[in-house]
């Protein structure tokens, strides 16, 4: 069965980091584009970022571009969000997803950003 | 970037009876490759997004038949035969053919 499962959210204060993982079994995540979604509270579904296959290629959306990164390690079925100098608007759910929409969704992973 | 509209925004529906939700991208959503990357994702009160429906039409593993997709260009539909109690959430369509964007979402109601 495919999965993709998220980790790493948490309570962290405004201008802190905090580093995302989204493991993947049941399918290889290296034949794949693959993207960060988010969803604050009561609200749609945000793209924030995608990467391509070997991870030579990144897009970001505006709200984050100079703040995270995306990354990807294939090796260990793995990808990553190094989310810096958060902001209070950067709290929400934060989903790994292929790009392509043909994949499951994970449950995602909080993150709070608040004193 | 690839704007999704979808409508109506809330759909209030009788149990047993159909709904349909439209989606329009602002742009083609067939790609270089000449698939088009539209699904549909269903997020019941409390859970995370689930996939419905990919690549327009394609359904899921373990989605209901009732389920349907059609659509090409940038018009879509999702089409839910006989709505059951189950089936009450937000429904999003999600484009994947330029970076990504996703509709607002069609709370979908019982009447």
């Known amino acids: 069965e495919e999965q993709l499962v998220e980790s790493g959210g948490g309570l962290v204060q405004p201008g802190g980091s905090l580093r995302l993982s989204c493991a993947a079994s049941g399918f290889t995540l290296s034949r794949h584009w693959m993207t960060w979604v988010r969803q604050a509270p009561g609200k749609g579904l945000e793209w924030v970022a995608n990467?391509?296959?070997?991870?030579?290629?990144?897009n970001y959306a505006d709200s984050v571009k100079g703040r995270f990164i995306i990354s990807r390690d294939n090796a260990k079925n793995s990808l990553y969000l190094q989310m810096n100098s958060l902001r209070a608007e950067d709290t929400a759910i934060y989903y790994c997803?292929?790009?392509?929409?043909?994949?499951?969704w994970g449950q995602g992973t909080l993150v709070i950003v608040s004193s | 970037d690839i704007v999704m509209t979808q409508t109506p925004l809330s759909s209030p529906v009788t149990l047993g009876q159909p709904a349909s939700i439209s989606c329009r991208s602002s742009q083609s959503l067939v790609h270089s490759n000449g698939n088009t990357y539209l699904s549909w994702l269903q997020q019941r009160p409390g859970q995370p997004p689930r996939l419905l429906i990919y690549k327009i039409s394609n359904r899921f593993s373990g989605v209901p038949d009732r389920f349907s997709g059609s659509g090409a260009g940038t018009n879509f539909t999702l089409k839910i035969s006989r709505v059951e109690a189950e089936d009450v959430g937000v429904y999003y369509c999600?484009?994947?053919?330029?970076?990504?964007?996703f509709g607002q979402g069609t709370k979908l109601e019982i009447k």
């Open positions: 999600m484009q994947g053919t330029q970076l990504c964007s």
């Open positions: 990467i391509n296959q070997d991870g030579s290629e990144t």
């Open positions: 997803a292929e790009s392509g929409g043909t994949r499951a």
